[in-house]
């Protein structure tokens, strides 16, 4: 799974806070 995560985890952080928000 790390090997080949996905296009939202390649993301930096600020995407994360992103996701939470599609989440």
């Known amino acids: ?3 080949a995560p ?3 985890r ?4 600020m995407s994360q806070a992103q ?3 599609e989440a």
Do not use: R
Not at 10 to 13: E, I, K, L, Y
């Open 1 to 3: 799974p790390d090997l």
């Open 6 to 8: 996905l296009p939202s």
């Open 10 to 13: 390649a993301q930096p952080p």
């Open 19 to 21: 996701a939470s928000v």
